[in-house]
């Protein structure tokens, strides 16, 4: 009896061993495939935007007036082609990294003729010049794509099967796998199930691989030099946190506001798209570095080049256009908004203790990375990822200090994150790993 008891143990434990094996199979080809989406949509972004790409000024003395025919161009196709996909989706409503959270925690499938749709409603507002971000349709897209990759297959749980979509996409974008396996977990999945982290983990590296081998070194942080961790250095690290946590609530309080002032406009929603666009038009010549998801600007502050003055109006000018273009249509992420102007922020710190005679290093990349991590609400993915992006010890210190101080202010006010609240709009509150409906 004790030996047939001892088979059927082994029985059981070799069956699980080959549903965890496949499982994680499956995971690497799925994280590949994500891979090879992302590297795609990055690359068909980068090739519009070199159409109608403007030279970025470092100072308001180098600012012109001179109007761009192929930025107008691009602006009012793609405006127009958004206002009529805007009509084929659902009450209008684009779908995002909000959803997948929403299909993840009510054990819910993906909405994927919405996602599909809403991805190539992405695409094409980045393309035309969009001020919003890619990297929020490219984890949404990556977790539809996983749920259509997946949808044959029971093997693993839908909240799993979303979440590592997700973290395939962050890691093919941030060359961060490890990080991206903690975004999934913290911001998506919210818990570890009985698969644990293995078929996360798996879809992220091979994610990290195979863009890598596409694209090679492509992290967007490259920092070298290691700061010290002294008192200075860590009550910069103190203050910019409070100041990211700052600004980082008034972005969310914007971007989840902004539909509803939409509505009052009046405007038809096939047209709404329009307004933003126009408005870029108009600004274009005196702030390129609005257009598109302004990775260029963020390069160029991370190399010092951009005037405090200027800082100050792109910080704020970012989130009153994203704002403007998410909420009127114009559609697309709110990732790279947050680097944007968390990457402002930062290099406003830098340039005023540099006329000091204080700065030591750049903490450009800590202020990109505690308005991030409060946006999205993933602090611990945060700071995993700078730690992966620079091998620094020191950068991951400071740079939990700064994240962990903007997130708890932030969310003392505004919730978990944007997308949390943006659930919350529509009668969804998702509270730890259980989710109810607000009556």
Known sequence: MS????????????????????????????????????????????????????????????????????????????????????????????HGPADLIHFAQHDKPADLRSGFLSSFLALNNLSGGASVGMFGPLVHFGGCLSAWLQRSSTRLP?????GSGAGAAIAAVFSAPIGAAVFAHEAIIRRFGAFGPGPVLACTFASYWVSTQLLG???????MDAPALDAHNMIIALV?????????????????????????????????????????????PLLPHLLGAGLGSIGMAMAGKLALSLLIVLLFAKIVMTTLCLGFGYFGGVFAPALFFG???????????????????????????????????????ATVIVFEM??????????????????????????RSLFDRQLASRGIVVKDDKPVVAS
């Open 343 to 381: 990457a402002m922020l930062g290099s406003i710190i830098d340039v005023a203790l540099a006329n000091a005679g204080a700065m030591t290093s750049s903490f450009v990349m800590l202020g990109a990375a505690s308005c991030v991590a409060t946006v999205i609400g993933a602090p611990v993915a």
């Open 240 to 284: 910019l946190g409070i100041a990211s946590g700052l600004i980082s609530m008034l972005y969310i309080y914007a971007v989840t506001e902004a539909p509803k002032l939409a509505k009052a406009s009046g405007i038809p929603l096939q047209w709404r798209p329009l307004l933003p666009a126009a408005i870029l038009f108009v600004i274009s």
């Open 3 to 94: 030996q047939s008891k001892d088979d059927l143990d082994l029985a059981e434990g070799s069956s699980q061993l080959a549903i965890r094996l496949a499982a994680v199979v499956l995971s690497l080809l799925i994280g590949a495939l994500v891979a090879c989406a992302a590297v795609a949509f990055f690359k068909i972004v980068g090739f519009a935007n070199s159409f109608w790409a403007l030279p970025l000024p470092t100072e308001f003395s180098a600012l012109t007036w001179d109007y761009s025919p192929q930025v107008g161009v691009a602006l009012l196709v793609s405006s127009l082609i958004a206002g009529r996909i805007l009509k084929l989706l659902e009450n209008g409503r684009p």
């Open 217 to 223: 070194d492509h992290r967007f942080f490259k920092v």
């Open 390 to 415: 620079t091998g620094g010890y020191e950068w991951a210190v400071l740079s939990m200090i700064s994240v962990v101080v903007a997130a708890q202010i932030s969310r003392s006010f505004m919730g």
């Open 158 to 162: 839908r909240d799993v099967v979303l």
